[in-house]
């Protein structure tokens, strides 16, 4: 059984830094990109960041603006989402979520975890 984990959500103030981390189970994730969605309260979801197995290549939502970096460690199954300067705006739930390389949809998310940045 497939699971991805979030963690590091919390609350924080405009301008801070938080990082998520996601953990991965259930199956290698080799040849997996591993990316991170976000929700916020009445809106749709959307993409934030994404990279690939070997970590060469990352894509960012334009929104990010060079705030966000994205990483992985294939040993431990666990891809990070670093975020500084946080903006009120951030303010979502952040979800986790991997798909085979190649493929357009995303076949595994995990559940969630909230960001809130106060102003």
């Known amino acids: 059984q497939v699971q991805l984990v979030e963690s590091g959500g919390g609350s924080v103030q405009a301008g801070g830094s938080l990082r998520l981390s996601c953990a991965a189970s259930g199956r290698t994730f080799s040849n997996y990109v591993m990316g991170w969605f976000r929700q916020a309260p009445g809106k749709e979801r959307e993409f934030v960041a994404s990279?690939?197995?070997?970590?060469?290549?990352?894509r960012f939502a334009d929104f990010v603006e060079g705030r966000f970096t994205i990483s992985r460690d294939n040993a431990k199954n666990t891809v990070y989402l670093q975020m500084n300067s946080l903006k009120p705006e951030d303010t979502a739930v952040y979800y986790c979520a991997a798909k085979y390389s190649g493929l357009q949809d995303y076949r595994y998310w995990g559940q969630g975890t909230q960001v809130t940045v106060s102003s």
């Open positions: 990279i690939t197995w070997s970590g060469i290549s990352t």
